[in-house]
């Protein structure tokens, strides 16, 4: 198993993307990057805790490959938005991949340039090791699937999770 720590957006929808892979046998919401301890989702929203809205990704490379879990990253946010995702904004919604180690980082940089070659403009995604993980509170966790007519929900997760259905259907999970 390997797990990458990825922060693109508001988490709920990464979330609800990947717990629609195969292969993907854990999606945990929860807060990186920044200098507050153990902080609230109410202290993140006020962007001065630096943490970002991430999740970490656990997965079985032998089913899903690690470039795949990287390209849908790339494919379902704009890495170009600096500090947010749509009407998200804020340093808690930026586009960034943490890296727990040497070969992490190689993967998430190589990622990255395949990205840049379909993505015009520059991409603003940060690559940076990972510190202090905080699991957001129970109720960020499957957030999608426990309140799928939630109006976020509806108008920013469902285009994504079709999205992502479409371009990697051979990773989808049977209905």
């Known amino acids: 198993m390997q797990t990458f720590v990825l922060a693109g957006g508001c988490f709920w929808c990464l979330d609800a ?3 629609t892979l195969r292969g993907v046998t854990d999606v945990v919401s929860g807060y990186t990057g920044g200098v507050t301890e153990s902080p ?13 809205e991430a999740v970490a990704v656990t997965f079985d490379p032998g089913i899903i490959p690690a470039d795949v879990i990287l390209d849908v990253f790339f494919s379902l946010h704009d890495p ?6 749509g009407n998200d904004v804020g340093t808690q919604y930026r586009s960034a991949m943490f890296y727990a180690d040497d070969e992490q980082k190689a993967l998430f940089e190589t990622a990255r340039d ?3 070659e379909y993505w015009d403009g ?4 940060e690559i940076a090791p990972l510190g ?3 699991p957001a509170e129970a109720y960020h966790q499957d957030f999608f699937a426990k309140n799928p ?5 509806m108008a920013v997760a ?17 209905s």
């Not at 170009?80 to 995702?85: A, E, F, G």
């Not at 469902?158 to 049977?174: C, M, Q, T």
């Open 114 to 116: 395949r990205a840049g």
């Open 122 to 125: 520059g991409l603003v995604t």
């Open 40 to 52: 609230s989702y109410e202290a993140v929203c006020t962007g001065s805790t630096g943490h970002a």
């Open 80 to 85: 170009r938005q600096l500090n947010r995702q």
């Open 17 to 19: 993307v990947y717990r």
């Open 158 to 174: 469902v285009p994504k999770v079709n999205k992502i259905r479409k371009s990697f259907a051979e990773y989808v999970l049977a």
């Open 149 to 153: 007519g939630q109006g976020y929900c």
């Open 132 to 134: 202090d993980w905080y």
